[in-house]
């Protein structure tokens, strides 16, 4: 499990092919407070909130594909037909927004694909690890954006 980040699923690409003869098929999913920090800074607008609520259901409490399904087609139904916003200048599609961002990455994220697994139900966030690692950084006297001597930064 990772934050939401691009750079985070690259990494668990590369490092876990799938299907790989040694570690199996392995399944990355995305952290559920940082998936809700992306879907309230992404759909954060009046015409998007209802979207924005449809998803955090599939995000938190949807249990079956189908319900999951319902919940993605009703945030895609309640935008308008045409809605564009602009962003850096550009037109921006929530409809094709969704459709690339979410629905074709919902094995990662949404709830339904996390309740074959005892433990991902219970550990739904990077919270507790993201805890230790300031609780290391502190002791260590380390600052926001700073690196340690002790680490694998310069290995890769």
């Known amino acids: 499990m990772t934050d939401d980040s ?27 407070w940082h998936s809700k920090m992306t879907l309230d800074r992404q759909l954060s607008r009046e015409q998007l909130r209802q979207a ?6 599939a ?13 993605i087609q009703a945030a895609i139904d309640s935008i308008p037909n045409g809605t564009k916003i602009k962003r850096r200048g550009k037109d921006w599609d929530p409809k094709k927004y969704i459709e690339n961002e979410w629905k074709a990455t919902k094995k990662h994220w949404a709830n339904y694909a996390r309740q074959d697994d005892y433990i991902l139900r219970q550990v739904g966030t990077t919270g507790a690890n993201e805890g230790w690692h300031n609780t290391l950084k502190t002791a260590m006297g380390l600052r926001k954006n700073t690196n340690s001597h002790y680490s694998l930064a310069g290995v890769i």
């Open 52 to 57: 924005n609520e449809h998803l955090k259901a």
């Open 59 to 71: 995000l938190f409490s949807r249990r079956t594909e189908t319900c999951y399904n319902e919940s």
């Open 6 to 32: 691009a750079a985070e699923q690259r990494a668990v690409q590369i490092t876990f092919p799938k299907d790989d003869s040694v570690y199996g098929s392995v399944q990355h999913f995305y952290c559920k």
